[in-house]
């Protein structure tokens, strides 16, 4: 069993920045995708970028140029770094995690943080 435990969120200005962390622990293979997904208010949870063990990233476009993530793999954890924040970006942060069952497969299992709020005022 894996869990996800998120940090690092938070109110800040428009403008300013936050750092989230997610720490995984737990039977994690090393083969595996992690991201980090929001969901605002009324709206559907919705991806934000994510990387894979070897380190390939994806961005939503509203965030390209803002943030960035990163990874340490031999500490499990995942990072989001975020710029440039505006009031749009206020929601709750989820770190999530697909771990493949072995390096030849192409099934995995989904595992959830339960999320960290970050609101931006304005």
């Known amino acids: 069993q894996v869990q996800l435990v998120e940090s690092g969120g938070g109110l800040v200005q428009a403008g300013g920045s936050l750092r989230l962390s997610c720490a995984a622990s737990g039977s994690i293979f090393s083969r595996n995708v992690m991201g980090w997904y929001r969901q605002a208010p009324g709206k559907e949870r919705e991806l934000v970028a994510s990387i894979t063990s070897g380190g390939v990233t994806n961005y939503a476009d509203s965030v390209k140029g803002r943030f960035t993530i990163s990874r340490e793999n031999a500490k499990n954890a995942v990072y989001l770094q975020m710029n440039s924040l505006t009031p749009e970006d206020t929601a709750v942060y989820y770190c999530?995690?697909?771990?493949?069952?072995?390096?030849?497969?192409?099934?995995?299992?989904?595992?959830w943080g339960q999320g960290t709020q970050v609101t931006v005022s304005s």
């Open positions: 999530k995690a697909n771990v493949y069952r072995s390096y030849s497969s192409s099934s995995y299992t989904v595992y």
